[in-house]
């Protein structure tokens, strides 16, 4: 297995500290408000490294954060009027049920940033101590220059952030690009008492301590959007590994990336913004999970309705797979037909080429593509496809519809639907398979099909089309030729 490791910048062999154990930890959200899709791809997508890292075997361990308290939060509970804790209490729950509606598993642990203040205070006491840090006013800083390997995620250069930065810098600052450990308490704000005075931590140090209490001190997997590469986790890897001396304080650094709306960034300003609820108000789950799995986890996702329709579309395909195969395993056996047999071969490759996709940086594309490939040829073998290659005297007889599976083709298609099901499972993909039915059986099809070249004959263009369309989207396509028309599964 390899993952593209973003502090080295391509992709490293995957070894865990302690051999067929993961500890993972990602960054979770700040409740100060309803979370927007573009949060949910990145939540989804570890939730899928999660799923297949046990696949592989692993035993994970996965910490995911709320922070409770930030400076968000508080603005927030500020100018709602309300209570900050009443605020991140609600919105937490807000978050809850949008990770349960997309089928996203809870972590092991879900810590909330404010259970951990004495951890973050031992943290920063060290980090005073080892003259890493120092105390302004009640204030502590991070002296970023006092860290010879500033910049090493980011691949910032400290001048060129100085030039850039447009900080005031407070009384006592030694540096404006030193950042904030522990806020000097201020009125109207959360505050605990400290060695350093009244106060509450900052943001970065938060996830530093959850994780290192929680995950004892080194992480194999550190995950978040690529946003917080910078400065939050460039924070991180400074103030962990100055702390403790333990280098490096995380083995692979993995970020998801951007989500656009219709090519531009999701904001409020633009009125773009989609909340998982909004978005979950057309869309099944399902099919926000395949639109997110068919683009790799580090590329940009565009998010339009036409992404989504074709998400579904994909999503229709696989369910009308598998009662297709649900509908054979139902029928009587019968002698003599040996074609599925085939599947079995097909559901192998379909097995090693998801295998192959995932430990390649967790490539869900591929793997879909591989799923896909099993989908097609189970609708070539069902179809009755294999009567295609027919003499011209028979080319306009269509093939017989339907047959009776022998017990070995039978068995065949039991290993395709496994296979199907298993791996889709894998990606969290719950599949609820489409009955055919008899409303497109074999003869209605040759009856829509009549209809549609009635349609054709008296230059009723529309009508035929839209049979046309409408079988595609119930996986029936259509050829014509000039001995007259074929229909095939797809």
């Keep these: 297995m390899k993952i593209y490791n973003t502090l080295t910048r391509h992709k490293d062999d995957f070894v865990p500290i302690e051999p067929g154990q993961v500890r993972m930890y990602v960054c979770g959200p700040t409740p100060y408000n309803v979370i927007h899709i573009g949060n949910a791809r990145t939540f989804l997508i570890f939730d899928v490294i999660r799923r297949y890292l046990e696949f592989a075997g692993y035993q994970v361990r996965m910490v995911q954060n709320i922070t409770d308290v930030d400076d968000k939060v508080i603005n927030a509970a500020r100018d709602s009027g309300g209570d900050w804790r009443a605020l991140s209490l609600r919105f937490t729950d807000a978050y809850l049920r949008d990770m349960a509606a997309l089928g996203i598993r809870p972590p092991d642990v879900a810590p909330r940033a404010t259970d951990y203040i004495d951890a973050m205070i031992e943290i920063i006491r060290l980090l005073v101590e080892k003259g890493f840090a120092y105390v302004v006013h009640g204030s502590v800083y991070f002296e970023v220059r006092r860290w010879p390997d500033y910049g090493k995620l980011s691949r910032r250069n400290l001048d060129d952030l100085l030039a850039g930065a447009r900080v005031e810098a407070e009384e006592g600052l030694r540096d404006p690009l030193d950042f904030a450990l522990w806020k000097a308490a201020k009125p109207g704000e959360p505050s605990w008492d400290s060695p350093f005075g009244p106060g509450r931590p900052g943001w970065h140090i938060e996830c530093s301590a959850m994780s290192m209490r929680l995950l004892d001190g080194q992480l194999d997997i550190h995950g978040g959007g690529a946003d917080l590469i910078f400065p939050h ?53 399902q099919v926000v999970r395949l639109l997110f799995l068919s683009t790799h986890y580090r590329s940009e996702l565009d998010f339009t309705d036409a992404a989504m329709e074709q998400a579904k579309a994909g999503l229709e395909r696989l369910e009308a797979a598998l009662g297709e195969l649900d509908r054979l395993l139902a029928m009587p056996d019968a002698e003599g037909d040996e074609a599925l047999a085939g599947l079995d071969d097909q559901a192998a490759a379909t097995e090693q080429a998801f295998r192959e996709a995932m430990d390649d940086d967790f490539n869900t594309a591929r793997a879909m593509a591989a799923l896909f490939d099993l989908v097609s040829e189970a609708n070539r073998l069902t179809s009755g496809s294999r009567h295609s290659e027919r003499s011209e005297e028979s080319a306009s007889q269509q093939p ?24 889709t499972g894998v990606l969290g993909l719950e599949l609820a398979p489409q009955q055919l039915g008899d409303e497109l059986s074999p003869r209605l099809i040759e009856v829509l099909i009549a209809v549609r070249q009635m349609a054709r004959e008296r230059r009723q263009y529309d009508i035929a089309d839209a049979v046309r369309l409408r079988l595609r989207e119930l996986g029936i396509s259509l050829e014509d030729h000039p001995e007259g028309t074929t229909w095939r599964r797809v």
Aim: no cysteine; glycine share 6%.
């Design 233 to 285: 986790h460039e924070n991180e890897i400074a103030q962990s590994e100055a702390a403790t001396g333990k280098v490096p304080f995380v083995r692979y650094w993995m970020h998801a990336g951007r989500l656009t709306v219709n090519a531009q960034k999701m904001s409020k300003s633009l009125g773009n913004f989609a909340t998982v609820q909004d978005v979950l108000s057309h869309y099944r789950p």
């Design 400 to 423: 017989p519809p339907g047959f009776r599976p022998t017990p070995a083709a039978k068995a065949a298609i039991g290993r395709a639907r496994e296979t199907l099901l298993r791996l």
